[in-house]
């Protein structure tokens, strides 16, 4: 009963939100704010019809209703309850239903802000978020329903699929749900803005924030999207260039693209045209992913089997860009730009070269993505791109990335003096060669990673330097401790220094990526039992198999024991196994394990023969791996300072302070 009020609470919900993206725009044309608060209130009551319908699904999974489709494709009696409340995102109509429950929350946190001086704006950011709700909801209701009922309900269900049985599935697809969503704010004020047809920057002061949230729940999505990758696939690493990862880095090297040129138009009015195109395309990228995933024409271990949905997304798709399109052209001439550029040689400059990396990276791994439809659909033949294109195109590209946000700090606004700039790098540039030159003696000669690592290093003490810079200026002019020093800095620039948490982040993500992709290797030892091989300094012995109770009581479980003796002598033990899940046929192939911080050593039960007489087992030595968990704990770091509380106004001593660094800079 419950269930089918939750059916009916969605069904309202579509037409609550055709009604407040109706009633918005109809209420700014007459210029009526009646109608348009009527509309605001109608999209904040989408949130809380949208939950009860994920409520009424939850409650199906939870008391065992088979006699709904979706909850006897995706749980059974012997699913625990943590993975029957992660079931609702575990295929594409629940999915789906927890996207609009993710999406109409922003909507409903969007109604209940404060509308202040951007109230013009309100109607239209009402009605284009309204439209995006009514969209996902009518796919819910007339493509993916996952409250659609059987006439033969069966005794049990067919389990969730293994590979989501990982607890990292409770936070993964809704960090990536809430970037994805969060979006669509500022896609929404955007549009409202073309619409008013407004010369000023209120559009993108009103959501930046909002941009930033996106921004950051993306970037912890894709971290522990990494890790569940890491834990569960048994790829011996986090990255694969799989579909579904290149998804949502795409749109978040497009998204941060836009973040570093909205800089430009707020600090002096320029690229407003490029800004709305960037806003647009990260729009478009969200709905690209969404579509391809969804419907099943990636290949992908997490993606969605073939479905009717993807056509209906790719006819939205093309139909808002066009619509985008026509709005943007239609006002080109109130998107001039109030100043030139002055020089390349100038923070301006290098955020235009950091925007086209950025896109020129997030193209590449567009083209990448999609390639094996555009060789089916034109040769027949499904050619798939795997990660040596992606290793030798992209990485290049983020690398440069790397080195500029070493230099963006030290250029002033509209031209830089080369001579200022030179003495700055000094230092920096000094610890990257002595960096260099101890790896090169330490015995790690490859030439592009010794490039990688010398940048990286140059980088992070570039920016470390630049608190040094601050926490000095102040203690000198304030005579505060260096603790408090550091902390009222940032608190007087928190977007500035928590941006700069952020590329430090980046920079330790990118030591860790550096490590693994030049320096990891893998090998496959076959060993008979109570034999040993070694690979590096580590030697494993084999001591057999054993059958162990599965975790989830519906699959069977073999379990490979091997000692391992350490190059310091330690010893220890690692588990490796091998899941089998009779109901969905499938196998999952569990690692474990052991190492130190900077080398983790990962060990895979490939195969055995003879009841365990004989076994293969595939160890990969991944160096510096742990620094991309490590990086991408400071970036999220970066995004709390930047985002926490709202840059205070500056006070006389804090002037001085500026005046003292930019003294000491010289």
């Avoid at 960096?435 to 000669?445: H, K, R, W």
């Avoid at 500056?650 to 001085?656: I, K, L, S, Y």
């Amino acid at each position: 009963m419950f269930t089918d009020l939750g059916h009916l609470a969605v069904i309202f919900a579509f037409i609550t939100a055709l009604y407040a993206a109706f009633i918005s725009a109809f209420g700014a044309i007459r210029n009526d704010d009646r109608f348009v608060q009527s509309g605001r209130i109608a999209a904040l009551m989408i949130f809380p019809l949208v939950l009860i319908g994920a409520l009424g699904l939850w409650y199906a999974l939870l008391t065992h209703d088979f006699g709904v489709r979706y909850v006897a494709s995706v749980s059974n009696r012997a699913t625990p309850l943590f993975f029957r409340i992660t079931a609702l995102w575990g295929s594409q109509d629940g999915s789906i239903l927890f996207w609009c429950l993710i999406m109409s929350a922003f909507v409903a946190a969007a109604m209940l802000r404060s509308w202040g001086r951007d109230k013009p704006l309100l109607p239209w950011v009402t009605m284009t978020m309204a439209l995006v709700m009514a969209f996902f909801l009518f796919l819910e209701l007339f493509f993916a329903n996952a409250f659609t009922r059987q006439d033969f309900p069966p005794a049990d269900g067919r389990g969730l699929n293994p590979l989501l049985r990982h607890p990292g599935m409770i936070i993964h697809p809704p960090m990536l749900y809430a970037g994805y969503t969060g979006l669509l704010v500022p896609f929404a004020f955007c549009v409202a803005s073309l619409i008013e047809r407004r010369t000023d920057n209120l559009w993108l002061e009103s959501s930046r924030r909002w941009t930033l949230v996106g921004w950051a729940f993306l970037t912890a999505g894709l971290a522990l999207g990494g890790r569940w990758a890491h834990d569960v696939l048994g790829w011996g690493g986090y990255w694969g260039w799989d579909p579904s990862e290149n998804k949502p880095l795409i749109t978040w090297l497009i998204a941060t693209a836009f973040l570093h040129s909205a800089m430009i138009q707020e600090k002096r009015g320029m690229f407003k045209n490029w800004n709305v195109f960037l806003m647009m395309l990260t729009f478009a990228s969200m709905f690209f992913g969404t579509a391809f995933i969804r419907s099943g024409l990636l290949t992908s271990v997490h993606a969605f089997a073939a479905s009717d949905i993807g056509p209906v997304f790719m006819v939205a798709m093309v139909a808002i860009l066009a619509a985008c399109a026509l709005l943007w052209l239609t006002r080109l001439d109130t998107l001039k730009s109030e100043h030139m550029l002055d020089s390349a040689f100038s923070r301006e400059g290098i955020f235009l070269i950091q925007n086209v990396l950025f896109l020129s990276s997030a193209f590449t791994v567009f083209i990448g993505t999609v390639f094996p439809l555009l060789s089916e659909a034109l040769s027949g033949t499904r050619i798939t791109v795997g990660p040596p294109f992606y290793d030798q195109v992209v990485v290049p590209q983020l690398l440069a990335l790397v080195l500029l946000m070493g230099v963006a700090p030290l250029l002033a606004w509209r031209k830089a003096s080369v001579a200022s700039v030179g003495r700055q790098m000094i230092v920096p540039l000094v610890i990257a060669l002595v960096t260099s030159v101890g790896l090169f003696a330490s015995g790690l000669t490859q030439p592009i990673a010794l490039a990688g690592f010398a940048l990286c290093a140059y980088t992070l003490a570039q920016t470390l330097a630049e608190y040094v810079r601050g926490v000095r200026a102040r203690m000198q002019s304030l005579g505060e401790s260096a603790p408090l020093a550091l902390l009222r800095l940032a608190e007087r620039n928190q977007r500035r220094y928590g941006g700069y948490l952020i590329h430090i982040g980046v920079v330790l993500l990118a030591i860790g990526a550096l490590g693994k992709g030049f320096y990891g290797y893998d090998v496959i030892r076959s060993v008979k039992l109570n034999e040993s091989f070694t690979v590096g300094g580590y030697t494993f012995t084999y001591r057999g198999l054993r059958a162990v109770p599965c975790e989830f009581n519906d699959c069977q479980t073999t379990q490979a024991m091997l000692l391992v003796t350490g190059p310091d002598g330690n010893l220890s033990a690692v588990f490796p196994s091998r899941d089998f899940y009779p109901a969905q046929q499938h196998t999952a192939t569990i690692p474990f394990t052991t190492g130190h911080f900077n080398e983790e050593v990962y060990v895979l039960l490939a195969n055995w023969e003879n009841a365990g007489a004989l076994a293969s087992f595939q160890v990969y030595v991944n160096p510096l791996i742990n620094w991309v968990w490590v990086g991408s704990v400071v970036m999220i770091l970066g995004f709390l300072v930047a985002y926490w509380k709202a840059p205070e106004r500056e006070t006389a001593p804090a002037v001085a302070v500026r005046q003292a660094v930019r003294a000491s800079a010289r």
